[in-house]
């Protein structure tokens, strides 16, 4: 008995009506293809991780006064860490509140609400639920100060406010100018640390360090191929003035070298000894060498010193006096 075989055009598990899928009726058509679409639309969403955070968070009901109060008192007394767990998460959405204050910031927002929650956590071990506060209310000064604190402290490559008295200028040197400049008064570094009772020199280094940093690499208009960092002054000395000032430097010791040939033994020791050495023998040293005293190894050098004057002043044109030798002579031992 032979077996029929199995037209390949046919779908499995459907039945071999003779028909190829794409004519299938259009409703049965309809349903595959929204359920081919739902599919692919749930592998290709890309979950944001801010939104996914937001719905986690949502989770947490909102505490009553009440329910804070006696969840810090069981925290405080009792150390229930499940009551410290509530209390905190019961105002995760409070950090994130107080976060989107602060958006307009360069800094990612969810890194704002997990410096925030850092505060949050300090501020359910600070609490005092004795005093007439709300933890609401108490937590909002942890939380705006840890976010600042990391807005600071990430502003730019070079820390600056990294002590609690620069942290406090910071926040006080905007307002400060703003009243000055309502008052029609020019806000510079000195009536600022005047008002702020610090000092000036730490109102400037603060006002530099609040400058964003700029790429010496960018481009100094979009499109333009002239970066920053050729706008720049050069450190380096022009070409022709490092140019004539090697070429005098190569002059100067080929006369001092012929100066040196031109003394006598002694002399021409004094000169090496004392003008040319890196580290100078004292006049004592060179007396004993010579058999002469301290005083006559100093005369001696005077001598040298204004007949090499006089030999480069003949010899150079250039030459208007080199002081830096009696400077030297006055400082060798």
């Known amino acids: 008995m032979s077996k029929r075989r199995r037209d390949p055009r046919v779908e499995p598990g459907s039945r071999a009506t003779g028909r190829s899928p794409a004519a299938a009726p259009p409703r049965a058509a309809a349903e595959r293809s929204t359920a081919l679409e739902r599919s692919r639309g749930q592998a290709l969403v890309v979950q944001d991780p ?9 989770r947490f009901p909102l505490l009553t006064a009440e329910e804070e109060h006696d969840l810090a008192v069981r925290f405080r007394e009792y150390g229930d860490t499940s009551a410290a767990y509530r209390l905190a998460t019961g105002n995760l ?13 360069a800094a990612s927002l969810l890194d704002l609400i997990q410096e925030g ?43 600056v406010g990294t002590t609690n008295t620069r942290r406090k200028l910071l926040f006080n040197l905007r307002r400060e100018k703003d009243a000055l400049e309502a008052q029609g008064i020019r806000p510079e570094p000195r009536i600022l640390a005047e008002r702020l009772g610090v000092p000036e020199a730490e109102v400037i280094e603060v006002e530099q360090g609040m400058n964003r940093d700029v790429s010496l690499e960018a481009p100094l208009t979009e499109g333009s191929t002239v970066r920053l960092l050729d706008t720049m002054a050069s450190a380096a000395p022009p070409a022709d003035e490092a140019l004539a000032a090697e070429e005098f430097q190569t002059a100067l010791r080929e006369r001092m070298e012929s100066f040196g040939g031109s003394l006598e033994p002694r002399d021409h020791d004094i000169f090496r000894a004392r003008l040319l050495a890196e580290a100078p023998a004292t006049l004592q040293e060179i007396g004993d060498r010579h058999g002469i005293s301290r005083e006559a190894v100093r005369q001696r050098e005077q001598k040298i010193i204004e007949r090499l004057k006089a030999y480069l002043r003949e010899k150079l044109s250039d030459f208007e006096g080199i002081e830096f030798l009696r400077e030297e002579a006055g400082r060798l031992p």
């Open 117 to 159: 929650n850092i505060g949050l956590l300090q501020a359910v071990r600070k609490f005092d639920p004795y005093r007439s506060v709300r933890f609401s209310a108490y937590a909002s000064w942890w939380i705006r100060a840890y976010i600042l604190k990391y807005l600071i402290d990430h502003w730019s490559l070079v820390r």
């Open 93 to 105: 959405r409070l950090v994130v509140h107080i976060a989107v204050d602060f958006r307009r910031t």
């Open 50 to 58: 801010l939104q996914r955070y937001l719905m986690e968070i949502g």
